[in-house]
């Protein structure tokens, strides 16, 4: 029971490192796409 804690606890970090990694990408682009040229 204790190893499906820890691995859940992983699998969670993944997806909110994998979210925010994703975020930051999407406002990165947002910012590119609003530059005037």
């Known amino acids: 029971m204790l190893k499906f804690s820890v691995l859940l606890r992983q ?4 997806v909110f490192r994998f979210l925010f990694l994703t975020h930051e990408r999407i406002h990165d682009f947002g910012n590119f796409l609003s530059v005037p040229y």
């Open 11 to 14: 699998a969670f970090l993944l």
